[in-house]
């Protein structure tokens, strides 16, 4: 089980970073029991669904270097597939889920075949595209709910409800999805030490030499594809079960699948702690954001002003995100 | 024993004839170099047995197999590594874990690859660098890496290209210790496309000359040093008459 | 028949006005190799711009274009020395987001500025005349206007960059940067006027377009979006091909008409369930991807 210690060995990192990672996790796993505000419980939520979201991504686009700007469809096929095996079949989400993130690694497979022949601003424009394309569709398609999109009821269920995952206190949610928080951070720790990882990042370096040690780019790129699909995909079935009330416009927009890959690249893209620090930054921001400035009337988008100020920024001055600057300091120190 | 067939092998870029009906063979165990001047079509051969490039006309064999319209990947699988002259890296890689990257093609296992590579490490004199990024290296370091790299995939045959450019002398002592190495006592076959002379000419057995996509001349290094073809197209001929010693 | 011929002849037409839109796109890109994600944004202020003038000041809608170019123009060049110029020093992904960033920008600050219902424009000489070309197909006198004035504005830009010696600068800086920087250009400058001119030719567009389609804040996204797809299938960085692909893609625009055609035409009837209005922008996307994975250098384009 080469695979499992691999996963749980964190032995490559710094001391400090294992300690400060010591102290957020426990942070977290106490959260719910200290005082806080529903705002505040929804906006953890928030930070682990995209954290998650982000490590997701980062396998392709940070460790890959293929910047995937088309994330949220698959968020949506994950979403909907929940959403609608639970309306119509009554299919609890443990089951739903797992053919959620099938449908959404299959299309996957077949859109990422003739994506990753594209490379740079033209795949990141490609991914744009199939992602508007499914999103199009879906608005139009009333087997889930075209654009009026899809409602989960909790009054016909009895919450708290394991299996199809409605509760009515946040507090399950939380601990559910920090599950697959943790769960999902061992996966990236296995994912950057194993072969396919390391093919990745040679890809990322250099596609003719990585070619030349037998790698086979295209194919390497597609599994990748497929697992940071299938991240998406899950917390978009976790996310039906939670929000209840899904539309293409609120799961499938563009917006959604920039703020993705946003998060990864403002954290540090290509590090494990990235997309987690990116997401911890930003979710807050644009919750309090908005909070603060959005409902004053006659401010209208000062928030979103303010976020894309934050982003043009950080793009220009700051490429490499905040883990990018820690890593710099360390080895300005180390030199 | 053959190990490399190249069979009238041409290339041409959009009327550009990089390389022109060449044919030669390398048996296994041995040494060859590859030099002529600049643009005399020596990287495109390379890239061509590679598969980098397809082939406008001729046969590659290697190891008894037709390997002319494979992938990269599938020619280095069956034992072609290579090294490229340009090394152009986005610098996330240390250098023990880029020639983790080598041993992967061998091997699924991460221990496996840490063990193989790290003995490749040693062996190349290179442990003290293990956690550096490839791209803070001092350019000869970055050579030996590749080098290092390419054997972590096991080779047969180990194409080298220009491994020694932009070193000082001491370094290319190093380097040819280096090679005779890897020739010598871990049994690859070695080609070289070299412009160090000195080094070229010492270590081969034997020397192809390219000039304008051709090949011009083939034999001991002695021999094609007074070659007139040769001399004519590249070494000049005030050239060997001041270092004719170096050759013997 | 006749839906048939207006609704190539609406493509044609329409499709004029996005290869001057796309004409900004293969500029910018052809020069320095960044994907303007605000580049919709720009057409949408062009809209404003034009809408406004007219409004203001009571002229005819088709006399703002020189304003509307004018503002792109500064617009373009703002944003270049302003923003733009410290993206090209960071890696692709920075670029991408930055002028995401930027697009979010624009759009939150006209969303501020000019709140969010739609406005359109309804006065000007040739508002309520159009042209009875026979067999049924009416042209709205608007869009012939827009389209003809499409037509000049591109060949206006094509002289410049073909015959004047910025234009020649231009093009040598989009060919080779480093070499071009050799030859005494001032590869900065060009940059920023690439920015200039490219914004002008969208804000023009805009201009026109706002005479038979409505803005509001949100316009952007759609028309970023058909501008890539015209660029890529005519080739980034050429400009002939924005032309030809524009046509394309705005008959494209039009399959709707097309689809009605033949679902009456041979009375196929699951063809008119299919809601293709919904759907028409999709086939844009789809024309996107389908074009860069059959062929990438699009039709005429040199740069890849």
Known sequence: ????????????????????????????VAFPLTPHSSFAMATMIQFLMFSLYGMGWNTIGGYGGQVDLGKAQYLGIGAFTTAVMLIRWDIPFWVSMPIGVALAVAWSFIIGYPLFRLTGHYFAIATIATSLVLKDIFEVWDFVGAARGLEISPIKYSPPDFLRLIFKEDIYYYYIILGFFFLGILYVNWFRKSRLGFQLRAIKDNEAVAQSLGINVHWAKIKTYAIATAFVSLVGSFHACYIKNIEPEDTMSLDLSILIALMAMLGGAGSLWGPIIGAGVLIPLKSYLKEWLGAKAGLVGMDLILYSLIIMVVSAAEPRGIWGIVEKIRRRKQA | MALLEVHN????????????????????????????????????????????????????????????????????????????????????????????????????????????????????????????LVSELPVS?????????????????????????????????????????????????????????????KVSHRVIVLDYGQKIAEGEPATVAKDPLVIKAYLGERYVREHGEKFK | MDILVSSLAAGILIGMVLALMALGLTIIFGVMDIVNFAHGEFLMIGMYAGLLTAQATGMDPLLTLPFAAAVGFLLGIICYFGFVKFLLRGPMVAQLLGTFGLMLFLRNVALLVFGSEDRGLHHGILVGKSFDVGMGVI????????????????????????????????????????????????????????????GGSVTVAGALLVNFWSVNPFVGLLFTMIAFAIVALGGFGSVPGAFFAGLVVGIITEIPGIWDFFTYTFNIEWMANVPMTSLKYMWVYLAYFVIMVVRPRGLFGWKH
């Open chain 1, 1 to 28: 089980m080469e695979a499992l210690r691999n996963a749980l060995d964190f032995s490559d990192f710094p001391r400090i970073d294992l300690i400060v990672a010591g102290v957020v996790a426990t942070f977290l």
């Open chain 2, 9 to 132: 092998l041409t290339k041409d870029f959009d009327g550009l004839r990089a390389n022109d009906d060449i044919s030669f063979t390398l048996d296994q165990g041995e040494l060859v170099g590859l030099i002529g001047p600049n643009g005399a079509g020596k990287t495109t051969l390379f890239n061509c047995i590679s598969g980098l490039h397809p082939v406008t006309s001729g046969r590659i064999v290697f190891d008894g197999q037709e390997i002319t319209h494979l992938k990269p990947y599938e020619v280095a699988r069956r034992g072609l590594g290579r090294t490229f002259q340009v090394y152009v890296a986005s610098g996330d890689l240390t250098v023990e874990e880029n020639v983790m990257v080598g041993c992967f093609m061998r091997t699924r296992s991460r221990t496996l690859a840490n063990v193989r590579a790290r003995e490749i490490l040693a062996d190349l004199k290179l442990s003290d660098l293990a956690g550096y």
């Open chain 3, 139 to 198: 042209i709205p006198a608007t869009k012939l206007a827009a389209a003809v004035l499409s037509v000049l504005a591109f060949c206006v830009v094509w002289m410049l960059m073909k015959r004047s010696k910025i234009g020649k600068a231009l093009t040598a800086t989009a060919l080779d940067g480093q070499g071009a920087r050799y030859m005494g250009i001032a590869t900065e400058r060009m940059n920023a006027l690439a920015w200039g001119v490219g």
């Open chain 2, 141 to 201: 370091a970055q050579k030996r890496v590749t080098m290092a790299t390419a054997l972590g995939s096991d080779p047969k045959l180990l194409l080298l290209d220009e491994v020694a450019a932009g070193l000082n002398p001491s370094e290319i002592e190093e380097i040819m210790t280096i090679i005779k190495h890897i020739h010598d006592d871990l049994g690859v076959t070695v080609m070289l496309i070299e412009h160090v002379m000195e080094l070229v000419m």
